[in-house]
């Protein structure tokens, strides 16, 4: 088994990258220090199919394969991991649990739209009081005649106030546990859906991350998604390929880091040398590369795992957990190796150095992936 990118992933890789530089590279710190939604960005990857990456052609998507998907978040994110967070959140999950567990004229209704990038998706899982305790949310769905009514606030929502739809996790029957939640598909204009406040964060300032509250929220019945009690089981699945993408992420940010440490290496000169020729400089750029390297191959191995149908739990773990982690030490050398000027905004570095942060936290923090993957290996249901 090998990662040589075939012809197709090679023409997707050089778009993406040309793209990227092109179009993402000069806007990204604007971007940054106006902590604006760069939705000029968002329509032009929508022209070029990348809003239904995953999701077949009939229903309006490209139809490409996982590993695929991780190269295009890979490259967005060298260059803006606000715009690949964008993008990994509203592909594995706000258009992909409506894809994986909804019903046809769930498909065509609303998966044609976020394919086509018409609308935005959303994905609804953490509250206030329930992040790694996933299955303590409180937000409850209490069905009345023919409708759903939802109550609830939810919290961090990546795409919140700028969806179309969003896919919300709530309790149906509070006496099961993590067997009584179940999904539902909300729209934006639905009465009671309310946005709440707009989060002040670290870094990766040019994404939505949004609350997101539902006062006696109605919604048809024909909106849930999935069967009744079985949204957590749905969303256990789902979080592998969302863990793939923020391992692609890091695995990009950490990418960006390196190039950006080699070319101020050659450049900057220092005791009549450039510093690239001092060993501690050498080392900390080979432990970089080396660990960047490895971060590839365990994400592009959990790709290539999910797209022969098999279970990925353990290998996506893995490479959130590692890519993640080392994606931190990569941007950290970085500031290092710029000195003064990675503490400074006129250099990515910085940038990059907040916005992987995230990557050992969303989608499961590294904690959680160790306890998930020590459960795989010891064969651990809780």
Not at 231 to 255: E, Q, S
Not at 356 to 372: D, K
């Amino acid at each position: 088994m090998d990662f040589i990118l075939n012809d197709d992933q090679r023409i997707i890789q050089k778009t993406v990258r040309e793209f990227a530089e092109k179009e993402i590279a000069p806007v990204a710190p604007i971007y940054d220090k106006s902590h604006e939604f760069p939705w000029d960005v968002i329509k032009k990857l929508a022209d070029l199919n990348f809003l239904g990456i995953l999701i077949p052609e009939k229903y309006g998507g490209a139809g490409l394969d996982y590993l695929s998907y991780t190269i295009v978040i890979e490259e967005i994110s060298r260059y803006d991991a606000s715009i690949g967070v964008t993008l990994a959140a509203h592909n594995s999950l706000g258009i992909g649990h409506i894809y994986a567990a909804g019903n046809e004229k769930q498909r065509r209704k609303y998966v044609t739209r976020l394919a086509k990038g018409e609308i935005l998706g959303a994905w609804a899982l953490t509250e206030p009081g329930a992040g790694s305790d996933a299955a303590g949310i409180e937000t409850t769905a209490v069905k009345d005649g023919n409708e759903w009514v939802l109550n609830g606030t939810k919290r961090f929502i990546t795409n919140g106030s700028i969806c179309g739809t969003v896919v919300v996790m709530a309790k149906t029957d509070p006496s099961k546990g993590a067997h009584g939640i179940s999904a539902f598909i909300v729209e934006k204009d639905t009465p009671g859906f309310i946005i709440g406040r707009q989060e002040e964060k670290l870094g990766l300032n040019a994404s939505d991350t949004s609350e997101l509250i539902l006062d006696d929220c109605r919604i048809p019945k024909e909106n849930l998604l999935g069967k009744e009690g079985e949204g957590f089981i749905d969303t256990m699945r789902l979080l592998d390929t969302g863990r793939i993408g923020i391992a692609a992420m890091a695995l990009g940010i950490a990418k960006g880091a390196l190039e950006e440490s080699i070319k101020y290496s050659k450049e900057r000169v220092a005791f009549g040398h450039p510093i690239s020729e001092f060993q501690a400089i050498q080392w900390k750029i080979a432990d970089m590369a080396t660990e960047i390297e490895a971060s590839r191959l365990l994400t592009f191995r959990a790709a290539f795992l999910k797209d022969q149908g098999g279970n990925v739990t353990k290998e996506a773990a893995m490479a959130k957990l590692f890519s993640s982690e080392s994606g931190i030490r990569a941007c950290s050398e970085a500031v290092q190796i710029l000195g003064g000027y990675g503490y400074t905004k006129d250099f990515p570095v910085e940038r990059y150095f907040r916005d992987v942060r995230l990557c050992a936290i969303g989608e499961g923090t590294s904690e959680i992936q160790r306890l998930v993957i020590a459960r795989q290996i010891l064969g651990l249901k809780r």
